[in-house]
């Protein structure tokens, strides 16, 4: 159902579809049973990676993935991620070595698992050098603990710095990036993907439908605007704008005849440097819906009729971004004498 790819130049390869587990647990589905369900369903339909990370739903989410794997962990290639503030603790967090050992563990621990094929930084640390990070995760390869390791939502030219470390310094280094990515938000599209393949790198996508936006359904319905309803208020400039746009880009899945989730999931997958988008489903409803969505290829026609309504490069609402916020903008002291 879904066609292989090569992860970076792991030389693993994975379907084009892959399952993200953020909505299992108390974060969204808190039936572990139905859940467990679900990781079996995607197996069975060919979905080959699996990707949750340990701050999700504080660590219950890696407990489902785990015993969902249960007799089938030789079935997958399981991603998770770690480094997103734990518990208020500022030694529970971020890149460093104390807590990249500690973390590992737990999730290890959580995933019923000797080993994770793919080990990812949720986000930049400003306060850990990358050579330190990269020689920890360099040193959990080399145990066999990880296979790989990759990051998340990190900015062009710290893939590049990133990148650069790596040959340097001679650890092995970041194989994989997971951006956000939609066709309300593509502002990767001017240097991040470039620079994910200008480096060989594997590109792992997320929110395909923005978080709700772009699943078809009122946004009242979406589980994310139950939890954060200022993100989806339509009476702010930039959300009004949004709700136009989407209602525009149902009228092109009309006409190609198709669910706006499945041209929204299509477009993410047509791009070259994706190596597999990551569904988020809540629901068996929703699951089997994105697996249909699987096969689904567009015609230049109607990529250039998306073109048309967001421009290439360009955030709806640049706000989206989920990067960190460098100091060096985020504290007054960094840029005022």
């Given at each position: 159902m879904t066609s292989p790819r090569t992860l970076g130049t792991t030389g693993i390869s994975v379907g084009d579809t892959?399952?993200?587990?953020?909505?299992?647990?108390?974060?969204?589905?808190?039936?572990h049973a139905e859940a467990v369900r679900m990781i079996h369903r995607a197996i069975d339909a060919g979905v080959n990676l699996i990707d949750t990370a340990d701050v999700y739903a504080n660590g219950e989410t890696e407990e489902i993935v785990g015993e969902a794997l249960e007799g089938r962990r030789d079935e997958v290639v399981l991603a998770t991620k770690f480094g997103i503030p734990n518990a208020g603790d500022p030694n529970r967090q971020g890149a460093s070595p104390r807590w990249i050992r500690l973390a590992v563990e737990a999730s290890l621990r959580r995933l019923r698992t000797d080993w994770i094929d793919l080990y990812q930084l949720h986000r930049y640390d400003w306060t850990t050098g990358l050579d330190e990070t990269l020689g920890a995760l360099t040193d959990l390869q080399r145990e066999g603990k990880i296979r790989a390791f990759g990051h998340s939502s990190f900015p062009a030219e710290k893939i590049v710095e990133a990148q650069w470390v790596s040959e340097r310094r001679g650890h092995a280094r970041f194989q994989t990036e997971q951006p956000r990515y939609s066709i309300v938000n593509r502002a990767i599209e001017n240097a991040v993907l470039p620079t994910v393949q200008r480096y060989g790198m594997g590109a792992l996508s997320y929110g395909p439908l923005a978080a709700g936006w772009l699943s078809g359904r009122p946004l009242a319905e979406s589980n994310r605007a139950k939890r954060t309803p200022h993100v989806f208020d339509t009476a702010t400039p930039e959300n009004t704008r949004r709700a136009e746009i989407v209602e525009r880009l149902q009228a092109v899945a009309d006409g190609a005849g198709m669910p706006l989730p499945h041209l929204a999931t299509a477009f993410v997958?047509?791009?070259p440097a994706i190596t597999a988008v990551i569904i988020g489903p809540r629901t068996p409803e929703q699951l089997e819906d994105s697996l249909a969505a699987s096969d689904v290829v567009l015609g230049d026609d109607v990529l250039d009729?998306?073109?048309a309504i967001v421009a290439p490069g360009t955030d709806v609402n640049p706000g989206d971004m989920y990067h960190t916020t460098p100091p060096s903008i985020a504290d007054p002291r960094a840029r005022r004498r």
């Open positions: 892959a399952l993200g587990t953020m909505m299992f647990g108390q974060w969204g589905n808190p039936d997958r047509a791009h009729a998306i073109d």
